[in-house]
Structures are given as structure tokens and as C-alpha cells.
């Protein structure tokens, strides 16, 4: 287990590509940039994570494997001002199946967090995402946003958006947003009238949509993301 610890006031970037179990713990006032890439060499990972007053965890996740995986994360935002920042973006391909639990806390009022998962699922693989965002009794003025899309390529490939409020508080602000399905017709009528083939038009629409993620990240990785939409679309 990799044990992340960021005291009190202090802010840190750190990107990991080699990890399975992480255990983060954010003291007071503190921030961390938690930048995760996994090309293969992750199966399943488990991320726990506690948040204190006024600290704040980022955490984009680019997962472009080509095997299965399975991702469980809790952060339990724990002290007033604790927030959490959560972007995910993933592909499947061939038969592969890729779960994505992403839950979070918020045990106290005055707390964050925003979930934004995106998904391309090819050929007859199945990209799974759910997860609960809990705002706890008391946990007033708290805020909490989920957003799930997948989008389905191919006949047999699938995927599932599920995200799950809890609310047990009035006031507070809340909201979710879970999409699956295949590629809007209109796009590609619109990119194939211009001369492009069908294959040339979903890389270009998969770019748009999970391309983003890499600007998180070093030029090699950029360009090794490109690489690997560029040969799975």
C-alpha cells in the first residue's frame, strides 16, 4: 500500500504510474495533485482517502489499458472546507471489462466534491460506472456533482452509468448527470460529408472526447494516449 501524506499547509504534485492500493491523507490546508496513468500494468486499485479543513485532493485518473480493470475509491471529506476534484477518462476495447466505483463523504457541512467519468467502450468490451456521493446529516451547505458518459461504439460493446446521491441534509446543493449511448449520427454525417471516412470520424470525435485528459499530463504521455485511440478506434 502506498501511504501519501500531506501535512499541514503544504501542496504537492505527483503522478504514479505503477500503484494497486493508495492511502491519502490530507492535514489541514493542505493540496495535493494526484496525476494516475495506467497503460497496463494496474488490474485493480482501491483509493481511500480522508480530507481535512480547507485541504484539497485533485485527482484525474487516465486509464487506457487494454485489460480489464477494477477501480473502488472513497473519499471521505472529514473537516469544513475539505473538497476533492475527481476526472476520469477511460477506453475499452476487445472483450474487456472496466468497473469504476468512485464514492465520496461528506461527513460535515461546508464540504466538495465533483466527479466527472467519461468512457468509450469498443468492440465488445463494457465500461461499468457507479459510486455514491453521500452528504451526511448535518453536513450543511455542502456541495456534491456527479458526472458519468459512455459512449458505445460498436454492437456488442456496453456500458452502464449509474451514479448514486445520498442526501440526508436540506440545505446543500447536489446534482447528477449519467448518459450511455452511441455516437451522435449528426457528428458523424457532419465529419463524413467533409470527405472523412467512418473510421477517420470516430477517432476524431473519441479525441474530443477523451483526449482532454492528457493535457494533465507530460508531451510522452500525450502522445502515447493519442497513440493507443489512434490504434483501438
Known sequence: ???????????????????SSLNIELDEGSNLDLKLINFDSVKNVEISAKIGRNATLNVVFAEFSNSSINVKSVVD???????CNWKLATLGNKDVTKRFDISFNHDVGETTADMNNYGVSCDRSNIIFTGCNHIKKGAAKSVTH??????????????????ILKIDENDVVASH????????????FYLMSRGLTKEESRKIITMGYLKPISNYFSK???ERIENIIMEVV
Open 77 to 83: 471529506l472529514t473537516q469544513k472546507g475539505a473538497a
Open 220 to 222: 510522452k504521455t500525450q
Open 146 to 163: 456527479q458526472n458519468a458518459k459512455v459512449i458505445v461504439f460498436d454492437e456488442k460493446a456496453a456500458g452502464t452509468a449509474s451514479p
Open 1 to 19: 500500500m502506498n501511504e501519501i501524506l500531506i501535512k499541514n499547509n503544504e501542496s504537492k504534485v505527483m503522478e504514479l504510474s505503477d500503484f
Open 177 to 188: 448527470g449519467a448518459v450511455v449511448g452511441q455516437l451522435n449520427s449528426d457528428h458523424m
